[in-house]
C-alpha cells in the first residue's frame, strides 16, 4: 500500500451546524446536537467532517458573517462544547475541518465597527473605503458592490451582502489578525480549513468597470429567461464579465503560500479550497492541498461523457504539478442544489441518486458528502417569504417585487428556487415531528421538509436493507477495504459508451473494475479487451443489483438497468 496522507484517505462529511442535530431543542442545531451524532457519523463510515461556520455572526449570511473569529456561536453552545465535541471526534478517528472565511467579515465585527468610525482610527484601512464609487461594480448577492457609510462619508466594498464588509487584504496588520485566528483554533487541535471563496480577496487594482449591459437584478431575471444554446451561452458569458474583475486576482498565490507555511508548522493539518482552480495548490506543496473539482458537478445531467471529459482534464492538469495533485470531488454542499434533485429526471431520480453517490466515492480522489445525501434528502421549496432566511434570496424578492413590479406570487417561485434555504433545511432523523431534529411543537429555524414520513430519515432508513442509507453505508466500506479505490491510478475504459461509465482502478495489488449503468437498458460487456483484465475474472466487491454469481468473466459481463458494479480482477 502506498503510504497516503490521511486526507488523501479520507471521505469528508459537511455539517451545516444549524441544520444538523438540536441538542437543545431550540430549533437549532447546535454543538450539543452534533456530539450526539458522532456515533451515527462513525457507524456510517465517513473519517473527517468539514463544520460550516460556527462563529458568532449576525447571520445575514448564514454564518458566513462572522463577527468573532475566535469565539463559537451562543446558539450553537460555548467553547467547553466545542473542545468536547472535537475531543469526541478525535476519540472516534474522525477528524475535524473549519470553515475559514478571508475575504470579508460582518460588518457588525469589531474591527469594521471600528474601521467605519472615522477616517483616522487605527484601523481604518483594514477595509476597502473610497469616496465615491468608482466603477459599476456588483456584489454577487445584493445590488451596488459599493455601500455608503455616514460616519465615514465614504463607501466600502463588498463582493457579497453589505453585511460583508471585504477585508484590505494589502494591510500586513489585517494579516497578521487574521493568522491569529488561525493559529488558534490550530492550537485547539482542528485538522485544517475549508477556505471560504478565496478568489474574492483581491479586485483588480485598476478597478475597471464590468461591461454588463445590465446590474445583478437584471442579470438574474435574464438568466431565468435564458432558454435557448445562444441565450444559455450569453448568459453564463455575462455572469462571467460581470465578475472577472472582482476575483481571481493577482495576489492569490502568495498568500496561500503564506497560511499554507503557517499550517505547516503543526503536524498533519490540511487545507481545501473553495475554488475549482488548480493553479491554487501551487507547485502540489506550496499552495492548498486540494481545491474541489466544481466542473463534475456544474452539470444539469451527470452523463458518462461528461465525467470522463471532466476527468481527462482534472487528471491532467493534476499531473502537471511538479509535486502531483490530489483530486477532491463532490457533488452536494451548503450552496448548491441537493444531489437527489438536481441530477435527477422525476422518474429514476432514487437510482440516480445512487449512481451518482458511487461515482464520488469510486473516482479518484478525496470525496466530500453534504450531510442529509446519505439519506436522499430532497430540495424543499419555500412557500411564505417569511420563511426565507437566506437573505440573498429576500433582497432578490423584495427588489423585483418593489423595482420591477413582478407579481409576488411569480417573484416567490422564482426566489424559493434560487434560495439556498431549498438545500438547508433540517436533518431528517426520524419519523417523529419535526423529523426528529427538534421536539414536538418547536418551530425549527427553517421548515422541515415534510417528506421525512415517507422513508426519508435516519431511523426508518436503518432498519431497512435497501435504504439509501444503508447503500452508503455498504460502498464506504466496499471503499474503505479496496486499496485500488483509494490509491489506484484512473484508466477510463470504453471510452464511445453513452449509456454507462467504465473504468478501472489500479494499484500495485490490485485491478478494480467499477461500471456505472446510467440507462436503463441491461448492458452485455465485454472488458476482456482491457490488458488489465484479459483472461480475468471479476470477483463482485459490490453490486446495487441481484446477482446469482460472485465471480463473473470479463468478457461476459451482463449489467442490470442503473447498476453499480464494483469488481476485483482475479487470475
Ligand atoms: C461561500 C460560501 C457561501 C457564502 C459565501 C460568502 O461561497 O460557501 O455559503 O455565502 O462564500 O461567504
Redesign the pocket.
Known amino acids: 500500500m502506498k503510504t497516503l496522507k490521511w486526507w488523501q484517505n479520507a471521505v469528508f462529511y459537511q455539517i451545516y451546524p444549524r441544520s444538523f442535530a438540536d441538542g437543545n431543542g431550540d430549533g437549532i442545531g447546535d454543538f450539543k446536537g452534533i456530539t450526539e451524532k458522532l456515533d451515527y457519523l462513525a457507524g456510517l463510515g465517513v473519517d473527517a467532517l468539514w463544520l460550516s461556520p460556527h462563529f458568532p455572526s449576525p447571520n445575514w ?1 448564514c454564518g ?1 458573517d462572522i463577527s468573532d473569529y475566535t469565539n463559537v456561536a451562543p446558539e450553537y453552545g460555548t467553547m467547553d462544547d466545542f473542545k468536547h465535541f472535537l475531543g469526541e471526534a478525535h476519540k472516534r478517528n474522525l477528524r475535524v475541518i473549519l470553515d475559514l ?1 478571508l475575504n470579508h467579515t460582518s460588518d457588525e465585527h469589531p474591527w469594521f465597527l471600528e474601521s467605519k468610525s472615522s477616517k483616522d482610527n487605527p484601523k481604518a484601512d483594514w477595509y476597502v473605503w473610497v469616496d465615491t464609487p468608482p466603477n459599476n461594480w456588483q456584489s454577487c448577492f445584493d445590488g451596488e458592490a459599493w455601500t455608503y457609510a455616514p460616519e465615514r462619508n465614504q463607501y466600502y466594498y463588498h463582493y ?1 451582502m453589505k453585511q ?1 464588509p471585504d477585508l484590505n487584504w494589502k494591510n500586513p496588520e489585517v494579516k497578521k489578525a487574521m493568522w491569529d485566528a488561525v493559529r488558534f483554533w490550530l492550537d485547539l487541535g482542528v485538522d485544517g480549513y475549508r477556505l ?2 478565496l478568489g474574492t480577496i483581491f479586485e483588480d487594482p485598476a478597478l475597471t468597470p464590468h461591461t454588463v449591459p445590465m446590474n445583478l437584478v437584471e442579470l438574474r431575471r435574464f438568466s431565468e429567461a435564458a432558454k435557448t444554446p445562444e441565450e444559455l451561452k450569453q448568459k453564463e458569458k455575462y455572469w462571467h464579465d460581470m465578475f472577472k474583475n472582482q476575483w481571481g486576482q493577482p495576489g492569490i498565490h502568495e498568500l496561500m503560500k503564506e497560511l499554507r507555511s503557517i499550517v505547516d508548522e503543526y503536524e498533519d493539518r490540511m487545507l481545501v479550497g ?1 475554488d475549482d482552480n488548480i493553479d491554487y495548490m501551487g507547485n502540489g506543496m506550496d499552495e492548498l492541498h486540494l481545491v474541489f473539482n466544481f466542473p463534475l458537478a456544474n452539470t444539469d445531467r451527470i452523463t458518462p461523457k461528461h465525467i470522463r471529459n471532466n476527468q481527462q482534464d482534472r487528471i491532467a492538469q493534476l499531473n502537471k504539478l511538479s509535486a502531483g495533485g490530489w483530486a477532491c470531488n463532490t457533488l452536494g454542499n ?2 448548491r442544489s441537493r444531489i437527489y434533485t438536481c441530477y435527477g429526471d422525476k422518474v429514476h431520480d432514487a437510482e440516480l441518486a445512487r449512481l451518482n453517490a458511487a461515482l464520488v466515492l469510486t473516482l479518484k480522489g478525496t470525496p466530500f458528502l453534504y450531510n442529509g445525501e446519505e439519506i436522499g434528502m430532497t430540495d424543499y421549496m419555500l412557500t411564505n417569504i417569511a420563511q426565507v432566511k437566506d437573505t440573498m434570496g429576500s433582497w432578490y424578492y423584495h427588489t423585483i417585487v418593489t423595482d420591477m413590479g413582478v407579481h409576488p406570487d411569480e417573484a416567490l417561485v422564482r426566489t424559493a428556487e434560487m434560495t439556498r434555504d431549498k438545500n438547508r433545511t433540517p436533518m431528517h432523523w426520524a419519523n417523529k415531528p419535526n423529523a426528529g431534529f427538534s421536539p414536538d411543537g418547536v418551530e425549527t429555524w427553517l421548515p422541515v421538509n415534510p417528506n421525512y414520513k415517507a422513508g426519508i430519515n435516519v431511523h426508518d432508513q436503518e432498519r431497512n436493507p435497501d435504504s439509501i442509507l444503508n447503500y452508503y453505508k455498504h460502498l464506504l466500506k466496499v471503499r474503505r477495504e479496496t486499496p485500488a479505490l483509494v490509491e489506484g491510478n484512473y484508466t477510463p475504459l470504453h471510452e464511445n459508451a453513452e449509456d454507462y461509465f467504465a473504468f478501472l482502478r489500479t494499484a500495485e495489488k490490485q485491478a478494480v473494475l467499477v461500471v456505472l449503468n446510467y440507462s436503463e437498458k441491461r448492458l452485455n460487456l465485454n472488458f476482456s479487451d482491457a490488458k488489465e483484465l484479459e483472461n480475468k475474472n471479476l470477483h463482485t466487491l459490490f453490486s446495487s443489483g441481484v446477482r446469482s454469481h460472485v465471480e463473473h468473466a470479463a468478457s461476459k459481463l451482463s449489467i442490470a438497468p442503473f447498476e453499480v458494479f464494483i469488481a476485483e480482477a482475479k487470475a
Do not use: K
Open positions: 449570511d458566513y472565511v457579497f460583508q471560504d471563496a473553495e451548503h450552496d
